[in-house]
């Protein structure tokens, strides 16, 4: 038997891993199972160009099984991979293989490597085994090799070598669970990691456990029903990767199905948008858009339900940055394939990679939803009915692609049904037309009766009933559509092109009854005008161009200003 020492960088990260990942131990399991994977990847490459290793015939499978001895617990996850020869073993689980990682660690500082956010930014790999054990063994027989070998470690310092036997190529490895481990020696725990992490990677995983069951029909001598121990093996990952397919494989019912399965909604999704890029960056999309908004939109703790996997395994769908906020109600996946697996929110933040595929997604997604509006109007119209307001939060929030977000919003309209697009408004206006007009700040009932939309009426002007509570703060952002300016009915400046009629015989007559007005009114107002917009109502309230508007006006008094 040899006894190694780690190279001091593996001592040091263990170290690091073992106090500061604590809350997240889990994931050792999806560190190992995607080790399994990958090793049985090499192989079955390998089997189709090496010489040597064309003969071997393989099932690639992966298998976790655990072991209950008193308060001794073991877990082993078994790979029929490549394996891993005497020096593979010494140079894989004896220095960190990742260059990368090597690095980073030695630019940190003494005070940074004691930050706990920090150790998250390089791969922890094989050594987050150590978070939940306190022995590791390794067993492994290098596929086209004879003899296998045992590593072995306590985690503290050095390792050691020996002889071992193994029954065709591949690695098993114990973990000898230390008293934070003993919960993952537990059949539901395993599943539901494996379900959480593992689900998609491309091979089965199978897990054996002893199912104890009771006979009530047949009772021992004592009466007791009788005790039945069945060892079971069975596949705990679906390992479908849909997304990983391609389109003209699946059907539109596969597509429905993942869906269901994948994000818990009962209905179908409205419609679903399928990318795979090549090239500089390579990734896999598939977004869903849900057929009705998720009830919890707009509440402050709504989660995003699309969920980011690098190369099959699952990293998070708690991240903010995987697509714009505005986008939240957008369902499925984005599955990178150059990615770190332990990319962190911090890293994800700054990475290029991941802000080449959100930007790339985003214009994906308005391009679809764009050539829908264009090619069927009816399902436009439904998901407008849903999803039109996270849109018009686009036009604030995402100054990039506001010229694609003017074309897909909706709204109301003076003069037509349904929704309308500012670019149909546009077509519509009369030669005279020289703005875009609205009217904003109430129900869409009380709007369409208002006084003041008459004189625009009559000029044959349509206007945009914005009646969604953020129309006002969306359309200060729009500003203009197309060099057209967008200006409100409803606030004093809108009339210009009205062309108001001043000093005509009836305004001298009204001025005495608007000095009444005024005396009557005092405070209440800020000035009583006379005006030629109306056509059958005497009267009108209007709101300062500069102002805010009334219902600006009751979100602040709501808000206590
Ligand atoms: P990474 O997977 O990022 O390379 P790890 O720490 O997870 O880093 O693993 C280190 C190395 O150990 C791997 O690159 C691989 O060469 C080897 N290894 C780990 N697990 C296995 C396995 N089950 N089969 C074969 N090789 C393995
Ligand atoms: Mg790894």
Redesign the pocket.
Known sequence: MEQKKFKTEVSELLQLIIHSLYSHKEIFLR??V???S??LD?LKYLNLTDEKLKGLSFDPRIDISFTEEGDKRNLT?S?N????SHD?LSD??GT???SG?KKFLASLTEEQKKDSNLIGQF?????SAFMVADKVE?I?LKAGEEQAWKWSSTGKGSYTLEEAVRDGH??T?TLHLNEEGNEYANRWQIEQLVKKYSDHIAYPIFLSYDQTTYDDKKKDKEGNAVKKVEHKVEQINSSSALWRRSKSELTDEQYKEFYKQSSYDSEDPLFYVHTRAEGATEYTTLFFIPSKAPFDLYHADYRPGVKLYVKRVYITDDDKELLPTYLRFVRGVIDSEDL??NVSREILQQNRVMSAIRNASVKKLLGEFQKISEQNPELYTKFIEQFNRPLKEGLYSDYANRDALLELVRFKSSSQDGYVSLASYKQRMPADQKSIYYIAGGKESTLKASPLLESYRKKGFEVLIMSDDIDDIVVGSIGTYKEMPLKAINKSGAVDDLKEEKDTEKTKEAKSLVKKIKKALGDKVKDVVVSSRLVESPAVVVVDENDPSVQMQQILKSMGQ
């Open positions: 560190e190992l995607s080790n399994s990958d090793a090499k996850i790979d991979g490549l394996g891993m593979d894989n689980l960190i293989a990742s990682t791969g922890v790999g094989f050594y390794v492994s591949g690695t490895i770190p697996l």
